[in-house]
């Protein structure tokens, strides 16, 4: 297989580039990589720090490229932190989307993002440190796991599964109890994850007016299988 | 009142201080006013960026106080910080606890705490934002709202009016809805903000095994009465 011809060539791109320089110059490529470096930096930097208080050199030292790269991409560290949590809240993001095309509940569809997000305290503790360190003005974001979680929550309300007099309240006040959750699941490295999530996600079923029975059931259904992991 | 004699002495400081150099020395009374002119330029300061990136000079510029007397208070930057949110949260967990001493219900005195800060939106935007920036660290914290709140979830639940199987991770996530709203509310001023927080104080209530009745109830008592502003 890695030696396949031309026909094959255009997706063998991961041993071997290919070789089209018009569509795809190599200082591209490479600006590229370097801009994921340093996002992949101000990442592992959030998750220790929430004030973030480094210099652009620690950054890009931490990122392995040269400190005047880091202009070529970002004016400012703030605007490389919000790259940063934007991110990282789109691969939640675009994760719980994949993995609930084929569910046919809408409240099940809007449950399971939920489930999914607390279990990272657990699997991606870092990425769950980040989430709680800057997650709470994202809670009313337009990118990322906010208009998902809104969405997916307005489709429950208009099926008659779910009932909320105003989504966009409700839907802030679920996502800061997610991250509260993660924060509590964060300094109890004791507590089961998996239970006190799922155990929360019946009680927040039950605020957006379903029965107790009903919540426990679409909870108890088991989670879609995660197809890669997400950077943790 | 203000010329009562030797009798009331002891109590009558306020506006004529007690003459008592031993005890209070006037060095040690400009130290406080020092250090809290330092807590409230934090205070300021963390209310408007989360980040905080200013240095030592610029707050103690904004307390107006010299650069020097900083280290007479602080090791670091972040020991004021600290220092700063744990204020905020000390006082207004003061205050709910001086408005709540004489209601009966515990469920009632449960989320009194939660209506009158999420009104705090409207009253003292400032100190709101505070809490978004800075609060979701402190969902767990022994000191401040949390362990307040907490003990008055678990006197709820003791006396039978409440009920949730794991009482530590459930103030975790209602003080993170909390927050949540406040998210909300500060990025939408034209929204009531006593409605939507009573609101989301009746579905926390059925989320604690409040039916819906029940809990609509007690969000419908009028609130006590605030003796004295917060610090905004």
Known sequence: MATTGARSATRSTKQRPAPKP???PRPDRRRVRTRAALIAAAQRILAEDARAEVSIKEITDAADVGFGSFYNHFDTKAELFSAAI???FERQGALI??????LDDPAEVYIVGFRLTGRLSRVYPRLA???VNTGLAYVTADVGLAPRALSDLRAAVAAGRLSVDDPDAAQAAVGGALLGLLQYLDVRPDV???????DLAVSLLRMLGMTRRQAESVVARPLPDIPAPVNG
Chains 1, 2 share one sequence.
């Open 129 to 131: 440190r980040l989430l």
């Open 86 to 88: 934007e991110d990282v």
């Open 97 to 102: 989307d994949a993995v609930t095309t084929e």
């Open 22 to 24: 018009q569509t795809e």
């Open 192 to 198: 089961d994850a998996a239970q006190a999530t799922d």
